[in-house]
């Protein structure tokens, strides 16, 4: 029987080439979503891939989310934690609204989707729990305060866990991806983008495929002695 994977915010951009991806390794795939229906029907036509729709920011709905998808597909085996906002604004203008919003869906949804999801990882004995972080909860962005404290606080998250994990067979890891072709990258007002991309040594985004990859290669049996590590996957924008 195939593993079962669950990504978040697994039916656009990065999280939609990671259910693909890891559909074509094998895996049975659910993808979460939370909120953009249409784009989500189509990704489900496309791909064949089942959808589900929930927020991550809500701990409750998360537990009942995980107990549908277990319920139609098996035990989860993988996790990817992909979804991911942003509320950009400077500093001085950030409302306490737009923080929280953020470290909401890019913070405490890892907890709200590892949590619930963990006595039965600890229980199998196996497990995978992979975080998509960024380049900038690395180096911090400006506009970005919300978003680098999130980002950088899944890779603190990652660190941690990885010590409970490793005993139990679970192995939790993050990617950082840099900018990549997606969305919200397009979302960046474009003089902001093009100042962006002319710091990307390899002179151009990055794509969706390529950050699937590194979650393929963690999520393998053959990545079992990998826990606690951060991929980065930039365009040589930043190195660690
Ligand atoms: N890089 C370089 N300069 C930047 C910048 C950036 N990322 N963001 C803002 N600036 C500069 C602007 O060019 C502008 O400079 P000038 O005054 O010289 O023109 C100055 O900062 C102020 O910016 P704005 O005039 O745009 O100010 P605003 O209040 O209208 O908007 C903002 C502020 C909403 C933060 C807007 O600038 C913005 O969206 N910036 C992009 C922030 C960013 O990089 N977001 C990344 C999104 S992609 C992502 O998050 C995915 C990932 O993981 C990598």
Redesign the pocket.
């Known amino acids: 029987m195939s593993k079962v994977a669950i990504v978040t915010g697994g039916s656009r951009g990065i999280g939609a080439a990671i259910s693909v991806a890891l559909k074509n390794a094998g895996y049975s795939v659910a993808a979460n979503y939370a909120g953009n229906d249409e784009a989500a029907l189509k990704f489900k036509a496309e791909t064949g891939i089942p959808i589900y729709k929930w927020s991550v920011a809500d701990y409750e709905a998360c537990v009942a989310g995980i107990k549908q998808v277990e319920a139609d597909l098996g035990p989860v085996s993988v996790l990817v934690n992909n979804a991911g906002i942003?509320r950009?604004?400077?500093f001085h203008?950030m409302t306490p609204a737009q923080w929280k919003e953020v470290i909401d869906t890019n913070l405490s949804g890892v907890f709200n989707m590892t949590h619930p999801l963990w006595s039965g990882m600890r229980d199998r004995k196996f497990g995978r729990v992979i975080t998509i972080s960024?380049?900038?909860g690395q180096k911090g962005?400006?506009?970005?305060v919300n978003?680098s404290a999130s980002k950088a606080g899944d890779i603190g998250f990652t660190k941690a866990l990885a010590q409970e994990g490793a005993r139990a067979g679970i192995t939790i890891n993050v990617v950082c991806?840099?900018?990549i072709a997606t969305d919200?990258?397009m979302a960046?007002?474009e003089?902001?983008r093009e100042?962006?991309i002319a710091q990307i040594p390899v002179g151009r985004l990055g794509e969706p495929e390529e950050i699937a990859r590194c979650v393929v290669f963690l999520a393998s049996d053959e990545a079992g002695f990998i826990t606690g590590s951060t991929i980065t996957a930039n365009g040589g924008q930043y190195f660690v």
């Open positions: 942003t950009d604004a400077m203008k960024s380049i900038n962005q400006m506009g970005q978003y991806p840099g900018y919200m990258v960046v007002p003089k902001v100042s962006i």
